[in-house]
């Protein structure tokens, strides 16, 4: 009896050694007094034939995000990457899964179309924003224009609508100093939404601009063997090709056995410079070549390409890696308004703060490295503002692996060029 009474009295007295350390008047930290935590549900091609992308995003996320120490005011940030596989299926589970077993608090960026076009249901659905996606489908506008308060939460585009854009590509063919020996184009894109989207946009330009479409191909993603598509267009005699295939692989082989064919055709292949390791696969064949790229035109942005590469050990895209950069910073600020604003940052104030701030154009982005003001109005959601003071991309020609700006003509290095045996 006496060894019990004495064992009970030596855990009576840890107990409360246990309580003076660990309680309220103690000298100990309170559990509940550790950072709060904000899960981002970064979405893209992880693995798969867009896998590049996925590496850019990593390392673009990590060096915004080591600025502030992955804090937020008293908010620690965690990361939960969704690998999306570029394939619709696969990412609309990986994507719920992340919102239902990982309590992912809002979603991050994309890299492909279709597959924005099936998260943004998941989103909706469980009522968590997902900001600033590289994904352009036209279903997205029309969803959120057709049910803004069910589509909201899918919070802005961070590439907007290829219809923005295409027509400085026009501007820029016609700027050449060049006389065609027909008006003449054919359409090479992806088989994807984004592809078609892209090429039904281009094309209409073209033809407003006395243009006419000789053909159009979509071509299956991943596709390498261009024989049969070069063949068919040397035989339609077109002075221009214009489309996007977003494959590294794939636009790479087309630029180069179209060079090989000898195709007789300007060339405009919108994303080959997506991936930052283009050149190695092009080589010589990419002179000429129109795309949109933007450039790293300033000393912060040049320093981040720099950092970049000493880390991940390839160079960055502007488009990839640059950009997502600086939607990352916008996100860190709508995090910060929203903490102000609300004083805690949930899902329920993140979209709070899409509604009040961001979607109006109250709350903007100007430290970018890319473009000058990341901006939203009601008037242009879910696209951001497309002009030369907020978003663009210059339409450059490749020459020994550097892009050159010739369009906008204020911001040209060069006039546009053909080859000449286009003259």
Not at 43 to 66: C, H, N, R, Y
Not at 106 to 129: L, Q
Not at 209 to 221: I, L
Not at 331 to 344: M, N, Q, R, S
Request: net charge negative; charged share 25%.
């Amino acid at each position: 009896m006496k060894r019990s009474l004495k064992y009970l009295a030596l855990t009576l007295a840890i107990v409360m050694l246990l309580t003076s350390v660990t309680g309220c008047g103690g000298k100990g930290k309170p559990a509940d007094d550790g950072p709060k935590t904000i899960k981002i549900g970064v979405l893209g091609p992880m693995t798969g034939l867009d896998a590049w992308f996925g590496d850019e995003i990593k390392v673009a996320i990590d060096l915004q995000l080591s600025q502030i120490d992955y804090m937020v005011g008293d908010y620690k940030i965690e990361l939960v990457y969704i690998d999306s596989e570029s394939d619709t299926e696969k990412a609309a589970i990986a994507y719920e899964r992340a919102i239902v077993n990982d309590k992912i608090d809002v979603g991050f960026m994309d890299w492909c179309a279709w597959v924005s076009t099936a998260c943004m249901e998941i989103a909706a659905k469980y009522k968590i924003p997902h900001f600033f996606s590289f994904g352009t489908e036209a279903a997205i506008d029309e969803k959120i224009q057709a049910d803004f308060d069910t589509y909201k939460y899918w919070v802005g585009k961070a590439w907007p609508d290829p219809r923005l854009l295409t027509e400085a590509y026009v501007q820029a063919v016609e700027s050449a100093d060049w006389t065609p020996r027909n008006r003449t184009f054919a359409v090479v894109c992806d088989d994807s939404s984004w592809g078609r989207d892209f090429g039904e946009a281009i094309a209409e330009q073209f033809i407003a601009a006395g243009w006419t479409k000789a053909s159009e191909d979509w071509v299956p993603y991943g596709e390498t063997d261009f024989a049969p598509l070069l063949g068919r267009l040397k035989a339609s005699d077109v002075a221009l090709t214009c489309g996007t295939i977003t494959d590294p692989a794939s636009v790479t082989s087309y630029i180069k056995q179209a060079r090989d064919a000898n195709l007789e055709s300007v060339i405009i292949a919108d994303g080959l410079g997506w991936a930052g390791e283009w050149y190695s696969m092009t080589g010589a064949a990419s002179d000429y070549v129109f795309d949109q790229i933007p450039q790293w035109t300033t000393d912060a942005a040049k320093k981040f390409a720099e950092d970049f590469e000493a880390i991940a050990g390839f160079a960055p895209s502007p488009s990839a890696a640059g950009m997502c950069y600086d939607w990352m910073g916008y996100l860190i600020e709508v995090f910060k308004k929203t903490l102000a604003e609300y004083g805690e940052i949930t899902s329920a104030t993140l979209m709070q703060c899409a509604e009040d701030w961001v979607i109006p154009g109250r709350l903007t982005y100007t430290s970018g490295i890319i473009h000058k003001e990341y901006k939203y109005t009601s008037e242009t959601f879910p696209n951001p503002v497309v002009d030369q003071d907020h978003y663009i991309f210059p339409v450059i020609q490749y020459f020994g692996g550097e892009g050159k700006i010739v369009w906008p003509l204020n911001w040209a290095d060069q006039e546009a060029v053909v080859p000449d045996f286009m003259r």
